[in-house]
């Protein structure tokens, strides 16, 4: 029976009332999660002190402003932010003004990220993630900090992440820090069960907060986008003093809103009875329509391909055409040799990099060389073997270049290989966040010859695309459409490609990068003084060479093709990479080491040797250096990994390449990463037999 009180009144004789006082009171008797501290003693530190040792951390603070936020970033390798405050609206009871500051205020943070470089790096990277609360406020201020060595790190204090909160000059603030693993373990669970229910605000958000589509700008609306799903909003209680610290640096943001205001019109957006506000697929194409209406956007929809070169071949005439038009295939000895020297030059601005040796980064490039240059015959030879029976999965229309690490020279060697190939410098670079994956392939099949270049792609935009990767057929051998492009992707974030895409694509995995403390400007302009000067000469003589030979391939598909061996495919790999290595000789030049004669099954192939061949080095050199990280049975040796950001890096790299029958066993946890291999297989690949004494028995 419900606990009632009943009052009297003043000796009026009325009816007493009874009133429901369990309602009233309710909110003392809900339970609270509770910690239970006990004191040790008081310290001074400066927030410098508090923070230092560690090398990774994780916070959940309602409010937060960005030079806090780099400050704290540049100190740790690894950081995982939760904004637990993310929309804090006015008090005002027009849903459609509601919704505008949500979606102004996730712009806003994501330009105000944008605007600090090496945030935006270290999102790019991985390094630093950011989750806001849609869903739920977070009032909680919580620092979790750890350290390479296995110590931690808890601090609780009464600050957000701002730093008038962390000066301790205007406001009086309460910090307490524990630093037992019973407390972070604690925490961490807490940490963990809030950031599955956080909403990432991802780089790509970030990096695209200067386009006109504010979909792919927006956090919030690129995330109903691409689920395909609603977003709740749910309008939470205004706190005024987070309010001040956020439109402290958030200077744009009423301007924001305004725009979203105007976008938000007349698309029937309502508030739920229970305050909650759902944003629909739907409502994202009324805000489509009405930047085409209110011309906020650039004209940007359609993409323009009537200047980009067009390569075909006349295999009669023995001709290469650009745009419709007759190359010169006959260059002079000196603009070959002009060719030759600007080629090797390419080359040589990798001898400084760093993170790999250099030679092994000018192999992976001269890959890539080899399959751009050879790239606009892949469509004719995928027809011919359509037509015989023949596989073409040694033909791919696909390429993805791919490293963890930034600044690695991939967009400057594509860049250059375009020019060499057509003459022409500056042709578009596309880019993940301005081109659409539905309208990659589309815009494949209106190009012919020249590889397409579409750059920053990640994980999300390659899974869309995987559909179109699968059935290459439908739009090359189906049609017998012999002019088909390559596209290359690159990317910083797509490191282990789905092993469905893997074998239909040609992977490379540079990782050298340019040194931290070299003037990368400089780097960046003379590599761009010397694309201004390449001709394309070299891939002239290139082309005239390579003609006859793959006219001959497919005189004897067409001819002989239905006899060949069942387990033949078209491999003209050799065929490119002898050309080129013929060209220097001819020519009177030196043949660089990494100049060799490249096969499909041995370069490029899933199972490639060569793909593994570093992974096993790797392998074998820290097993001289650290031997007590392996533990060695008779059947199985595993090693334990660290949990920084290398060891993972490294640790998942070996599993993406390493052979089926090798890799017994991968897991990967806070703590590190242990990876197993099966004994004998290793020992075989590596050239080592691992001695008895590193034995634990089980």
């Not at 003392?28 to 999660?33: C, L, S, T």
């Not at 594509?414 to 081109?435: I, P, S, W, Y």
């Not at 074998?503 to 050298?512: D, M, Q, S, T, W």
Request: hydrophobic letters at 40%; one cysteine or more.
């Amino acid at each position: 029976m419900a606990q009632a009180e009943v009052q009297a009144t003043e000796e009026t004789g009325e009816d007493i009332r009874v009133v429901d006082i369990r309602r009233r009171d309710e909110w003392v008797h809900r339970i609270m999660r509770c910690v239970r501290t006990q004191m040790i003693e008081e310290e001074d530190l400066s927030t410098s002190d508090l923070f230092a040792g560690y090398d990774d951390l994780r916070v959940i603070t309602f409010s937060y402003d960005i030079p806090m936020l780099d400050w704290l970033a540049d100190r740790f390798q690894f950081v995982e932010l939760i904004i637990g405050g993310d929309f804090m609206l006015r008090k005002d009871d027009k849903t459609i003004s509601k919704v505008a500051e949500c979606l102004a205020k996730a712009e806003t943070d994501a330009r105000q990220l944008s605007m600090y470089d090496r945030l935006v790096k270290r999102m790019k990277d991985g390094s630093l993630v950011v989750k806001s609360s849609p869903n739920v406020v977070d009032h909680r201020k919580l620092y979790l900090l750890r350290a390479d060595d296995g110590r931690t790190r808890v601090i609780d204090p009464s600050a957000n992440m701002t730093r008038g909160a962390w000066s301790v000059s205007d406001q009086i603030e309460h910090v307490s820090f524990d630093d037992s693993l019973k407390a972070y373990d604690f925490y961490q669970k807490l940490f963990d069960s809030a950031w599955d229910m956080a909403s990432n605000i991802p780089y790509t958000a970030v990096q695209a907060v200067t386009t006109s589509h504010p979909e792919k700008a927006n956090a919030i609306l690129k995330k109903v986008v691409e689920t395909k799903k609603a977003v709740v909003i749910q309008p939470p209680q205004t706190d005024e003093k987070a309010e001040l610290t956020i439109y402290q640096y958030n200077a744009n943001i009423e301007d924001a809103e305004k725009k979203y205001i105007r976008l938000l019109k007349d698309t029937g957006i309502r508030k739920n009875k229970d305050g909650s506000i759902l944003l629909l697929p739907k409502d994202v194409e009324k805000i489509r329509a009405n930047i085409r209406k209110a011309h906020v956007a650039e004209e940007n929809a359609q993409v323009k391909t009537e200047d980009y070169p067009r390569i075909t071949f006349d295999y009669n005439r023995q001709a290469m055409l650009l745009n419709g038009t007759d190359v010169d295939l006959h260059p002079s000895e000196e603009e070959v040799k002009a060719g030759i020297r600007d080629l090797l030059s390419i080359f040589d601005k990798y001898n400084s990099f760093v993170g790999t040796d250099p030679q092994k980064q000018k192999a992976i490039y001269y890959k890539l060389l080899n399959a751009m240059f050879a790239s606009p015959f892949f469509a004719k030879l995928r027809c011919e073997s359509r037509l015989i029976d023949k596989g073409t999965t040694s033909l791919p229309l696909y390429l993805l270049i791919s490293s963890s690490r930034a600044s690695t020279g991939k967009s400057f060697f594509v860049e250059a290989v375009q020019k060499m190939m057509t003459g022409k410098r500056d042709l578009r670079v596309f880019t993940a966040n301005k081109l659409a994956s539905k309208d990659a392939v589309p815009l494949q099949i209106s190009m012919a010859g020249t590889p397409i270049f579409i750059d920053e792609i990640d994980n999300a935009y390659l899974s869309r695309l995987s559909g179109a990767i699968k059935t290459t057929d439908q739009i090359c051998e189906l049609r017998q459409k012999d002019d088909v492009p390559m596209v290359i992707f690159a990317s910083n974030d797509v490191t282990d490609p789905d092993d469905k895409i893997r074998k239909r694509v040609i992977f490379l995995n540079p990782e050298g990068t340019i040194p931290s403390d070299a003037d990368q400007t400089a780097w960046l302009s003379a590599g761009g003084s010397l694309i201004a000067r390449i001709t394309m000469s070299l891939y002239r003589e290139y082309v005239r060479r390579m003609i006859p030979k793959v006219w001959d391939m497919i005189d004897q598909m067409e001819t002989n093709g239905r006899d060949f061996p069942d387990n033949w495919y078209p491999d003209i790999m050799p065929l490119s990479s002898e050309t080129l290595i013929d060209i220097l000789k001819d020519y009177g030049f030196d043949v660089p080491d990494y100049f060799r004669v490249l096969t499909w099954y041995d370069d490029f192939g899933e199972n490639a040797a060569c793909i593994s061949a570093d992974a096993f080095q790797e392998i074998r050199e820290l097993y001289q250096a650290d031997r007590k990280l392996f533990s060695v049975t008779k059947e199985a040796v595993t090693i334990q990994m660290g949990s920084d950001k290398d060891s993972r890096r490294k640790a998942e790299s070996w599993k993406s390449v390493m052979p089926v029958e090798i890799l017994k066993d991968y897991h990967s946890g806070r703590d590190g990463t242990v990876i197993s291999f099966d004994r004998a297989g290793l020992e075989a690949r590596i050239g080592i037999r691992f001695k008895k004494k590193w034995f634990r028995r089980r």
